[in-house]
């Protein structure tokens, strides 16, 4: 069975946190520069939103995949591969002069991010135990995350006006080099396993295409719509796959996910509720930053500057739930948390076409921002609970899975809900509506995840994993 020292507990945080903050940045930052690279390189208007989505169909759909290689193969060879990929088709995208060729680079992107972020992750639970350090180590990694999804908005706006659209891609070179040599530096060799198990190829294949086509199936509903026959076969095909994949895993001697560690109350509830805070979250960042930009009429300079409070906010929270946690668990501060964004999200959903940023954005950034802090480290904490070293690349592998696809299965719905409401309109109006109830849908996804917190998880933290 695979182990490994724990070498140098602050520079190990540090590699994790430099390289959580790098793929988060890159969730977002290339968002503003979508309409510079549809000039730049000519992209046809239908084609363009593949420079997002393809990178979340690879990330989402290797997620298991790269939890259970790093529990094979070691952590630190697959961070150091993982973002050494990454830095290649960085590079590769920022040197791009085709369409395909940015697209191809972003599937790339996508899949070392699926290869190093299960093993930063589970690099974390492996040299800190369980308790305080535990959730100091997780608070640091699940504030450098929000930073970097926020940062990115400013920062893609301001490298696109200033810098050229290729620095969104460029930019993340020097980020990727100081994460390798914290590696280097601090992170233990892998040790050789005492036996080596074989990886599950029918379940791996299964997992990453089943999960695939569902991110794939999600991202074209809102082209092709819910109702057409390409994005019901798609999704039918998915379904199908990931069911598959539960009967090949419930056979198998060496399973890609041991289903037994969804027994444990800690680790499915843990799942579950980041699905559905993940969807609400995703959903808000992105009708918060059209409605600033399409109906305030702030740049996309401003748009981003109006995302450091939210950071700032998170940072906030999770300096709170880090204190809390470490006494009380992590039950009560997702409790919190949840109930905080709930009610965040729906002042949000009180928009008006004639609202400012004081007036509209501040107040309920303040409010969702902290829910998310109180949220963001307890579920990681959560989901980790009671997994013995040897699936921590799994639990950590399924716990970004369920965050990713959560995003953009929630993302994709609530886009719909909200065109759905403006009616084809453009006007300031229409739109507002069209966000506002974006919104007030996110916001009932995190009251689901209250009752989450409430129902499934454990009131005492002394349940273990079942073997």
């Known amino acids: 069975m695979y182990r490994n020292s724990r070498g140098r507990p602050a520079v190990v945080l540090a590699a994790v946190a430099v390289a959580q903050f790098v793929f988060a940045l890159d969730q977002s930052v290339v968002n503003v520069a979508l309409p510079a690279v549809r000039t730049a390189l000519g992209f046809a208007p239908l084609d363009l939103s593949w420079v997002v989505h393809v990178y979340a169909l690879t990330f989402g759909g290797a997620l298991l995949l790269g939890g259970r290689a790093c529990d094979l193969y070691g952590r630190r060879r697959l961070l150091t591969l993982g973002l050494a990929l990454f830095a290649a088709c960085s590079l590769a995208g920022g040197l791009a002069q085709a369409p395909w060729q940015l697209v191809a680079a972003r599937a790339g992107q996508g899949l070392g991010a699926a290869a190093a972020a299960p093993a930063a992750l589970s690099l974390l639970t492996t040299t800190f135990p369980e308790g305080r350090s535990r959730v100091r ?27 050229g659209w290729r620095w969104v891609m460029l930019v993340n070179l020097p980020i990727v080099a100081a994460a390798l040599a914290l590696t280097a530096a601090g992170v233990p060799a892998d040790a050789h396993p005492a036996r080596r198990e074989r990886l599950d190829v029918p379940g791996a294949l299964l997992a990453t295409g089943g999960c695939g086509l569902l991110v794939l199936g999600v991202v074209r509903a809102d082209r092709l719509g819910w109702g057409s026959p390409a994005t019901l076969l798609t999704l039918a095909v998915a379904l199908s796959s990931l069911a598959a994949f539960v009967l090949v895993e419930s056979r198998s ?215």
């Open 137 to 163: 180590a997780l608070g640091v990694w699940s504030a450098v995350n929000a930073a970097g999804g926020a940062l990115g908005v400013l920062a893609g706006g301001l490298l696109t006006q200033y810098a």
């Open 253 to 467: 001697s060496a399973p890609l996910l041991r289903l037994g560690l969804l027994r444990s109350r800690w680790v499915a509830g843990a799942n579950v509720l980041v699905f559905l805070a993940a969807a609400g979250q995703f959903a808000a960042f992105y009708f918060v930053s059209l409605y600033m930009q399409q109906v305030l009429g702030m740049g996309a300079a401003a748009t981003g500057s109006a995302f450091l409070p939210f950071s700032a906010g998170v940072v906030v929270g999770t300096v709170i739930a880090t204190r809390v946690t470490t006494t009380r668990g992590p039950r009560a501060c997702l409790i919190a948390g949840a109930l905080l964004a709930t009610a965040g999200l729906t002042w949000f959903a009180r928009l008006s076409p004639d609202g400012t940023f004081l007036t509209d954005i501040l107040g309920p950034s303040a409010v969702t921002s902290i829910g998310l802090g109180l949220l963001l480290a307890p579920v990681a904490a959560a989901a980790t609970t009671g997994v013995a070293p040897a699936e921590a690349g799994t639990a950590s592998g399924l716990l970004n899975s369920s965050r990713q696809l959560g995003g953009c299965i929630g993302l994709a719905a609530l886009a719909t809900v909200a065109a759905q409401h403006t009616g084809g309109a453009t006007d300031t109006a229409a739109l507002g509506d069209g966000y506002a109830a974006g919104l007030a849908g996110g916001a009932c996804l995190f009251l689901l995840a209250t009752a989450v917190a409430v129902l499934a998880l454990p009131s005492r933290r002394a349940e273990r994993n079942p073997s």
